[in-house]
């Protein structure tokens, strides 16, 4: 039998951001959550819309120590019509799962989130932003809730959804921006999480990071564990190469995240007659190809940013510039397809946005 949602309505309901405000990424919240329990005698039960609030939560909670939680992030868009548009929720929903399993954390009904996400989204409707460029990211994550200290997996947790106005991830928005290419610190080892959506490998990829912005460079360009060769990720987004008029991209393995943009960008090539390439890519081979004149563009692909042209690399002492440091072509059309989709302003063949 379906679970029923309890709703309680905020009081105090706070004003909209005013329509010159800069919303940036992730700083400002809605009225409303979503929250959802979990123990083993009564699996996910209590489902509720609740005003937004700070946790209350005992100082030896598991996940505070060991990390055991997972997250997705997926997006809300006004259209022209002032309908509402989700992107490929299912997708997501069901990403949840898999990242839970490597976490062992119990899956979730996707169909079940769907509906609650909508009800949730019915409820802060207003809060979807109607200025260009901008969206209601939508931030579901689940936590372990077992006050305990013994690193064992919990056995109660809490889903929850947040909702946040937002702007472009980088303050840079659709300008090309410099990579610094990491060749110390991996984001994620062979058999390890990268392939989840856990905080651990965000946690983990900080400190290059901060190599990087030291280097003057916006993101960092991660290697793969064993040979520190091999391409993976830019920052927390998939990594995208146009060679010899070929679209290439990183094939997966238990490193990589499995991006939904990352799998819009192939449909959507294969479906407009590009050639694509899943295979590995040594960074050595790139700079070689790049030399050449074979490498046009670059570009990242993931929820937050959609997609963000590369203008330049920095490996060791050299220098890689795509497409003289300018957004190329085939990126610019990838982005204006899929934020035209993604925001109603072209039609959607594929069957991928959903109304709320
Ligand atoms: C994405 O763009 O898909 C991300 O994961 C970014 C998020 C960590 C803010």
Redesign the pocket.
Known sequence: MELSITTKLSDHLTPKPAADTELG??QIFTDHMFTMDYSRESGWHSPQIVPYTSLELDPSTIYLHYGQAVFD?LKAYRTPDGSINLFRPMLHLERINTSSKRMVIPPIDPAFCLKCLKELLQVEKDWVPDRPGCSLYIRPFIVAMDPCLIVRPSVTYRFFIILSPCGS?YPQGMNPVSIFVETEYVRAARGGSGQA?TPAN?AASLIAQNKAKTAGCVQVLWLDSVHRRYIEEIG??NAFFVIDGKLVTPELNDSILP?I?RRTVLELARDMGFRCEERQIAIDELCHLAKQGHVSEMFGS????VISPVGELRYQSERIVFNQGKTGKVTQLFYDTITGIQYGRTPDPYGWTEKV
């Open positions: 990424f992730g992030g991830y959506k965000y927390s987004m991006g943009t993931g929820t937050a940013a």
